[in-house]
């Protein structure tokens, strides 16, 4: 082998190893919400029984990482952002903060609580990676764990994050597909009765 050959094999693995520190340094990072926001379906609603606005959502009773039970309808009462996310979606990253944010602030005032539906069955680092992703974002809402999937079935969570906002009378208002920041949380919640 030349020198030029072995050259440009050294060119091409300093190269190759640059850009894969740089998409894993990318992939890392939470990304502006704008970002997600172009495209997104802020207004969808299923068709199908059980999730349709004016419906009653699916009950469900899933624990969260401390073993405490989470269930949808001892809720009723107060308003609900219900959402559905996973720690390797880059949307869910850049939607995170912004829901932390909101229920910092607001909890008490809007008469209002997050429940973050980790979809478990999905996650690729397993508990662990949800661990991280909670004390990484500072998460203090309670977020169950979706150990079995049937929850994300029971709501057919195919994009996510995939929030669905219900009023103090249990049903569903609406259903939002894609990230949301802190100034449509609060508007979308002042919307509920």
């Known amino acids: 082998m030349n020198k030029k050959t072995l050259g440009f094999i050294i060119a091409v693995l300093l190269i190759g190893s640059m850009v894969v520190i740089m998409v894993k340094s990318n992939l890392d990072k939470p990304k502006p919400i704008d ?9 969808a609603l299923d068709d199908e029984p059980g999730l349709e606005k004016g419906s009653v959502p699916p009950d469900f009773e899933l624990s969260t990482m401390s073993g405490d039970v989470v269930k949808l309808s001892d809720l009723k009462g107060k308003k609900v952002i219900l959402n559905f996310w996973a720690s390797w979606c880059g949307p869910c990253k850049a939607e995170m903060p912004h829901m932390q944010k909101y229920y910092k602030k ?6 209002v609580e997050i429940i973050a539906v980790n979809l478990t069955t999905e996650e690729r680092r397993g508990l662990k990676g949800v661990e991280e992703f909670i004390k990484l974002y500072g998460l203090t809402f309670p977020i169950p764990l979706d150990k079995e999937g049937t929850v994300i079935d029971d709501y057919r969570i195919i994009p996510i994050p995939t929030t669905f906002m ?6 569903i208002s609406q259903k939002i597909v894609g990230p949301m920041d802190e100034k449509a949380l609060r508007s979308l919640v002042k919307n509920l009765d």
């Open 35 to 43: 970002e997600f926001l172009i495209g997104a379906d802020f207004s």
């Open 106 to 111: 607001y909890k008490d005032t809007d008469n």
């Open 166 to 171: 219900i009023g103090t009378d249990g049903k």
